[in-house]
Structure formats: C-alpha cells, structure tokens
C-alpha cells in the first residue's frame, strides 16, 4: 500500500522566516495530496491540497509544491506568524473508493512552533 | 451552523469493556470515516463509509465495529477484542461524489483505558 513519509517531526522558526515541510509518497498512483492542521485538542483542518496535474498552488502565506517524478510534496509557508504554530500532516490519496470518497495515508506529522 | 461533533471529549473504561464512541453530520455528506491518532503518528483509517447501510474496513479495523444506519450518524464501537485501545479517536466526512473531496474532521474523543 501507500506509504507517506514527512520531515521534519519538529521544526522552530522565528517569527516573520519562512518554514518547510518535506513529504514522499510510494504510490506513484497517488494523484491528490493534501495539507491538514491541527491544534492542540482538535480535530485536523485543511489549509491546501494539490492534485497531481498541477505543480505548485499559493494562497496567501502558503504553497505547496508537487514533484511527481520524484515522487515528494511540500508545504512552504512564508511570513510565519504564532498562530501558525501547530501540528501539520501531508498526505496522499492513493485510489478512489467506488462509489466516492478518498482513501488518505498520512504522514507523521510536523510539529511546527513560531517563537517570537 | 454545520459540522461535525463527536462527544464525549474524553472517555474513560476499564479494560475489557466495550465502548462506543458518538459521530454526528449536519453537512449532509455522504461519506464517513473514523479514524485513530497515536502521539508521534498519523492518522490511520480504522473503518469508512460511503453510504448509508454500508461500511468497510480500513487498515487497522480488528477491535473495531461500526454502523452506518442514518446518514447523519456513525458510531465507533472499541470492543475488548482490541489490545491498545486507548487514542485520540477522529471521525471525518466528505461530500463523497465523484473528484476529490476534503475531509472535514470533528473535534475528536481521547479515550484512555484503565
């Protein structure tokens, strides 16, 4: 089956640099590929995701860029703020269910903290 | 104000005591998933469904039970037959039509197994 990895598992930026987090996947099937949020206590939201016919997509502070050769993703957020500091997941959709619905493998996460 | 809500936050059980966990949609999705979340971890998929009256099983399911009688419900059943039941449980939904569709996750229950 598909396997995602992601790097790193903690990353300290000061505030105001950018950060980036690193993720592979196995399943050269995988076609959608999504970042997700989570703050402490909550349940994961998404903030970007990337279908495989395009190679990079922005929306405001955050990109994320697709290398379907190489098979890696990555999630690139500039001007970094407190708030962004949280737990952060890519992953991968490797097949459809019948019927609808995606199938998503996760990495394991990035803890990510923004200090003054 | 749609979503999706999981109750309780937090659930304590003894060991060897079945437990189920509540997952509640207003956003009229056809497709849940539940999920479990171990520190260090990802998400991994424990049990899906696409429709109403109808589920399979995920990558980690043995342990796990679940129903799928109305659209806007389902219920995670942690019986005693799963060895390390205690996680942070995450139950999810998407439109699940065709295309790719983002899963909207609810706030989660922490079950702990004493």
């Known amino acids: 089956g598909e396997n995602v990895e992601q790097h790193p598992s903690t990353l300290s930026v000061q505030e105001g640099d950018s950060a980036v987090i690193k993720c592979t996947y196995s399943?050269?099937?995988?076609?959608?590929f999504p970042w997700y949020k989570q703050e402490l206590g909550k349940g994961p939201q998404l903030i970007i995701d990337?279908?495989?016919?395009?190679g990079e997509k922005k929306d405001q502070r955050i990109a994320v860029t697709l290398n379907k050769t190489a098979k890696h993703f990555s999630l690139h957020i500039t001007e970094t703020q407190p708030e962004d500091s949280a737990v952060y997941f890519c992953?991968?959709?490797?097949?459809?269910?019948?019927?609808?619905?995606?199938?998503?493998?996760f990495g394991t996460g990035t803890q990510l903290k923004v200090e003054l | 104000d749609g979503g999706i809500t999981q109750s309780p936050k937090y659930l304590f059980r003894k060991e060897g005591q079945n437990v189920t966990l509540s997952c509640e949609q207003n956003?009229?999705?056809?497709?849940m998933y539940w999920y479990r979340q171990d520190p260090g971890q990802g998400l991994r998929l424990i049990y899906y469904?696409?429709?109403?009256?109808?589920?399979q099983k995920g990558d980690i399911a043995e342990g796990y039970s679940v129903s799928r009688e109305k659209k806007e419900s389902f219920p995670l059943t942690v019986t005693s037959a799963q060895k390390n039941p205690t996680a942070f449980y995450l139950c999810?939904?998407?439109?699940?039509?065709?295309?790719?569709?983002?899963?909207?996750f609810g706030p989660g229950t922490r079950l702990t197994v004493l």
């Open positions: 399943d050269s099937a995988s076609n959608y």
């Open positions: 990337i279908r495989s016919n395009v």
């Open positions: 999810a939904s998407s439109i699940g039509t065709s295309g790719y569709n983002e899963q909207f």
């Open positions: 956003l009229n999705h056809d497709a």
């Open positions: 469904s696409q429709i109403v009256n109808d589920f």
């Open positions: 992953a991968a959709s490797m097949r459809m269910f019948t019927g609808g619905g995606n199938k998503l493998t």
